[in-house]
């Protein structure tokens, strides 16, 4: 009987080097696929992302609210930040508490503006 060891072949798929195990006539490949549209890196960052690259990265953000950069990497990876937090967080990356937190900081509406 012969067992086939399964070897990584490199291959390219759309711009992305991706790694396929060959085992099959299938071979199942990681990474970006090519009917996905927006590569990684281009997608649109979430408003804690933004505000921690406008700090000068998420353990810079950490320091000056003084925080873990553990926390900062979680607000980062959820897409939302502690309500209390908010308020620094908009002084120390310029990043609005409308967009940190639309469900406290609505945008007011313009007839609201007037009065």
Same mark, same amino acid.
């Not at 007011?108 to 009065?115: R, T």
């Given at each position: @009987?012969?067992? @086939? %060891?399964?070897?990584?072949?490199?291959?390219?798929?759309?711009?992305?080097? $991706?790694?396929?195990?060959?085992?099959?006539?299938?071979?199942?490949?990681?990474?970006?696929?090519?009917?996905?549209?927006?590569?990684? @890196?281009?997608?649109?960052?979430? /408003?804690?992302?933004? /505000? =921690?690259?406008? =700090?000068?990265?998420?353990?810079?953000? =950490?320091?000056?609210?003084?925080?873990?950069?553990? =926390?900062?990497? %979680?607000?980062?990876?959820?897409?939302?930040?502690?309500?209390?937090?908010?308020?620094?967080? &908009?002084? /120390?990356?310029?990043? $609005? %508490?409308? &967009?940190? %937190?639309?469900?406290?900081?609505?945008?007011?509406?313009?007839?609201?503006?007037?009065?």
């Amino acid at each position: @009987m012969l067992f @086939m %060891r399964p070897r990584l072949q490199p291959r390219l798929v759309g711009s992305i080097a $991706s790694f396929a195990c060959i085992i099959s006539p299938l071979p199942v490949t990681f990474g970006c696929s090519p009917t996905d549209e927006v590569p990684v @890196m281009q997608q649109e960052q979430n /408003a804690p992302t933004r /505000a =921690a690259v406008a =700090a000068g990265g998420q353990s810079a953000l =950490a320091r000056t609210l003084k925080v873990t950069p553990q =926390a900062v990497q %979680r607000w980062c990876a959820l897409g939302k930040v502690p309500a209390e937090r908010v308020l620094e967080i &908009e002084a /120390a990356s310029g990043v $609005s %508490r409308h &967009e940190l %937190r639309p469900d406290i900081y609505p945008i007011p509406e313009p007839s609201q503006l007037a009065s």
